[in-house]
């Protein structure tokens, strides 16, 4: 075991993540970046498994003769939006950039299995999970089907993401719920189109879904308690209409955000019973699909405390705290956590563009405190005696 030099590990991880960056891969396209990693984890000394869930990838480090073991997770996937960055390591695939971080994330998890297998510290076993299809909430469901933990077995998992406006250094979670769960809808009425000047003649749908779009607002304000958090989003509004020509078909779909099981239940209850009964009012018919696409993500609170305190290892007291407010965005982190317990964490990017923003760009300067973190948590979970 050697200390690494940890400005040489930066250095280097900077070099792997501009890489990432210059070449991004859409969800369970990973090809290039899980070949990348593989070769990485294989030359710091793992054993690796490829092809875990289609693109997904894991690299295991065992040090002493522990029995337990846990998990480290990063997301590898790009975004269909074209970078509108100049930077020299810009992507190079028209359409396609790492508009989320996840080019950051796979190069602070790559730097930790490098400093975890030169530096050891830990008595017990590390997974280091990279997972495909963050973006579409699929890849973690993918590695599970495929046997993830009969395979690979861990007891707790933990992940981080990059968060702009945070500062750099910065680490924040919170116990219980984080992150949202998303549902999708999609409601379609279906009525008769006509001649726009004879609008008594047919069952025309745009004025349906005009009432449907503000029924539908009633869901949060009137229906849920006020205790708890909802979101319902009509996010289109397409009719088969021309500008003289009323439309006998209009779709209206939208997005839904929740976090607890409950919520999401009712949200879609209060739905078809809406829809049902705008439909009936204005003599059209509804069909309402109503899709879940991410699970809520939800912190254990003992895991918490130990990642705070891991954090506290490798970063200054006052970097370090507890966020106030879940977020109603969604991550597929949270299906490892249906699974096993564990915790998010979110790491300051400074003052970057948003996420999935054409213009964002992972701050390079938050990658030691990242590898740092990952492995401070394993030596704090795995502890040496
Ligand atoms: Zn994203
Ligand atoms: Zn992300």
């Known amino acids: 075991m050697s200390e690494l030099d940890q400005q040489q590990l930066h250095r280097e991880m900077t070099a792997w993540r501009r890489d990432l960056h210059a070449h991004p891969e859409f969800g369970f396209e990973e090809k290039r970046t899980a070949a990348f990693v593989a070769e990485k984890l294989r030359a710091f000394g793992l054993e690796v498994a490829e092809g875990v869930g289609g693109t997904g990838v894991v690299g295991t480090l065992t040090r002493g003769s522990g029995n337990r073991a846990i998990a480290l997770r990063a997301d590898m996937d790009a975004l269909r939006i074209a970078e509108q960055g100049t930077q020299a390591w810009r992507s190079r695939t028209p359409g396609t950039m790492h508009a989320c971080g996840h080019d950051g994330h796979t190069a602070m998890l790559l730097g930790a299995a490098k400093l975890l297998a030169s530096e050891g510290g830990f008595d017990g076993t590390v997974r280091f999970i990279f997972q495909p299809a963050e973006e579409w909430g699929r890849g973690a469901l993918a590695m599970l089907q495929d046997g993830l933990i009969e395979r690979f077995p861990f007891e707790e998992i933990f992940g981080l993401h990059n968060m702009p406006g945070l500062p750099i250094g910065h680490f924040e979670t919170r116990s219980g719920p984080v992150m949202s769960a998303e549902d999708n809808f999609e409601i379609v009425l279906k009525g008769v189109g006509g001649h726009a000047a004879r609008p008594h003649a047919g069952r025309e749908t745009l004025v349906a ?52 099981p409950q919520v999401s239940a009712a949200i879609e209850a209060e739905m078809r019973r ?11 018919a509804a069909e309402v699909t109503y899709t879940r696409e991410f699970v809520p993500l939800i912190n254990d609170a003992a895991l918490v405390d130990e990642a ?11 970097a370090v705290g507890v966020a106030v407010d879940p977020m109603t ?44 973190f990952h492995a401070a948590v394993v030596r704090r979970r795995l502890g040496v005696g």
């Open 209 to 260: 879904a005009c009432a449907l779009v503000v029924n539908l607002q009633t869901i949060v304000s009137r229906r849920l308690s006020p205790a708890d958090i909802g979101v319902v989003s009509v996010t289109e509004l397409i009719t088969d209409g021309t500008r003289n020509a009323l439309p006998g078909l209009a779709r209206v779909l939208g997005d839904c955000r929740s976090f607890r």
């Open 274 to 284: 809406i829809a049902e009964g705008t439909a009936q009012a204005y003599n059209v």
């Open 308 to 318: 705070l305190a891991a954090a506290r290892t490798v970063l200054a007291d006052d």
């Open 329 to 372: 965005a969604s991550e597929d982190f949270a299906r490892f956590l249906t699974e096993v317990p564990g915790c998010f964490v979110f790491m300051g990017n400074g003052n970057s563009a948003p996420l999935h923003n054409p213009a964002y760009d992972f701050n390079d300067a938050g990658l030691l405190h990242g590898a740092r």
